[in-house]
């Protein structure tokens, strides 16, 4: 289970993960000015599919966090709702909390959802819920980052593939593909290894290199590593991806991918295991093949 006591006492972190779940689940999320509360709220834009007419709703997201005392988010925690909502041009809601609703605010928001006069949903996810939607392959990397000790160690999952598999290990999130086998259990200290030696690598402030896919070819024991160097978008880049694979070139049985990537640390849409460092490049990293320049 997680412990969501390991997130700050003020809340923010409790935010920050909100807004990194959502983002990863591919909605589009940005801040609001801060509340009442000195908390920030969350606007989240859905597209809502359709077979006549696609529109999209505007939910607005609220964060309470009370893991410390335990306590339920009760109606006095709570601002007007509607009057949220309307103000954000919003027509849905969610409660967010770190522990559970109360009784008392379960059924306001029934009734706002009720209501045929305001025409808001009105909803919550608790602890519970929460983690459950952690606990994927794609987000569990997210509860890792904020949860070091409760999310911490390996997580496999399985893919459709039997030699193919999605990885969490110390916040990062990347594929494993052995060339033939279906257990890669006995090179995850390997793939250890490799991690440790990419953050010890030297770099600037904000520059990073992240493994996104591992390739193991276990008829001749050689791996293929799949890194992106990350740097922000107003600096340049410090060297090539020639240079990184060159630099970490030494090992017989390794070969590297490097390609160099900016981003931008504020940008709504950023997120360090963005789906499109990933999709494009599937069909390379099942196969061992290099990544196209």
């Not at 050689?222 to 600096?235: A, G, I």
Request: glycine share 6%.
């Amino acid at each position: 289970m997680l412990d969501f006591t390991e997130l700050s006492d003020d809340g923010l972190d409790l935010e920050l993960l909100v807004r990194e779940l959502l983002f990863s689940i591919g909605l589009k999320v940005y801040w609001s000015g801060k509340g009442p509360d000195g908390g920030r709220d969350l606007l989240c834009i859905e597209d809502v599919k359709s077979k006549f007419l696609a529109c999209t709703k505007k939910w607005l997201i609220q964060c309470k966090h009370k893991a410390k005392s335990g306590n339920s988010v009760g109606v006095a925690d709570l601002d007007d709702i509607t009057t949220s909502c309307l103000q954000h041009g919003c027509d849905g809601y969610v409660l967010i909390t770190s522990t559970q609703p109360s009784s008392g605010v379960v059924q306001r928001l029934e009734q706002i959802t009720a209501n045929p006069q305001t025409s808001i949903s009105a909803t919550y996810w608790d602890s519970v819920e929460l983690e459950r939607r952690l606990k994927t392959a794609q987000q569990w990397n997210i509860a890792q980052r904020f949860f070091p000790n409760s999310a911490a160690g390996w997580q496999i999952f399985a893919s459709e593939r039997p030699n193919h598999w999605t990885a969490n290990f110390k916040g990062y999130y990347f594929h494993i593909t052995n060339r033939i086998g279906s257990n890669c259990q006995m090179y995850l200290p390997v793939i250890e290894e490799q991690i440790e030696e990419l953050e010890k690598y030297p770099l600037p402030d904000k520059h990073f290199l992240r493994l996104r896919s591992v390739y193991y070819d276990d008829k001749h024991g050689t791996f293929m590593w799949y890194v992106d160097y990350m740097h922000p978008h107003d600096q340049d880049p410090i060297g090539t991806a020639e240079g990184f694979e060159e630099a970490f070139d030494g090992e017989w049985n390794y070969r590297y991918d490097f390609k160099v990537r900016s981003y931008l640390e504020y940008s709504d849409h950023y997120d360090p295991d963005h789906y499109d460092f990933y999709d494009r490049y599937m069909g390379q990293f099942i196969l061992g093949m290099f990544r196209p320049r």
